[in-house]
């Protein structure tokens, strides 16, 4: 079974996460496959737009951390940890520079590296059911590629409450700081999507690609170098005793044991 599915409707092409049983949780296998997914949409000339949506009843729960803290056993774990911070990087850039309209169909919780999709993405529509928050601290992690990202989209204050506090708001807070940008009923979560991305199919495709380079690359000059500093924090982080435990915790459903 693919990890990730590609529906083609009219001027949309449609990624959805694929790994309901793992509430869409990104392992290294499912990041080749997003990656594949966009460059494929990219090249195909009648998608117009590009929406991003979950399997089953989450959008995604973030990083798949059982993967994660199994590296430690690995003779090499820092490179793997390395390796896949930097993949996760790669595909953020990917996202971040995709020419066509980036559309987020939040239709449950997008957590962490889930987060992380949503704000890559140009516009965020969101299901009543959707939340957002990035619990990486109680893990013992550091969401250090999010990081850059939520202070581009909200500023340097709401990032500080969500980042420093790791909790998880609901749909209407989310769409009240500016993360989801509307709020539609589930049965209208994928139509709305389409019809927005109709929207932007109206549109020159060099107009948007031109407009999200400007905003990519003027507004936004240092997110690359804040992105690739965050993936560096994000690998360093994996190696402590805090994100053993953490993990570990999270894993055995208790409560951690921070020294």
Known sequence: MPLVRINLHQHAGTIILN????RNALNRAMLAELSQALGDLHLERRVRAVVLTGAGPAFCAGMDLQEMLAARDQENAYQQWRDDAAAYHELLETMWRFPKPLIAAVNGPALAGGAGLVLACDMVLASPEARFGLPEPLRGIVAGMVAPLLAFRLGGGQA????????????AEAHRIGVFHEVVAPDHLWPRAIELAGQCARCAPEALQLTKRMLNEIVAEHLPTWL?????????ARTTEAAAEGLSAFLEKREPNWQ
């Open 19 to 22: 790994r309901p049983e793992k």
């Open 228 to 236: 690739s500093a965050g993936a560096a924090v994000s690998a360093t």
């Open 160 to 171: 500080a409450r969500l980042l420093m506090s790791a909790q998880t708001v609901e749909a």
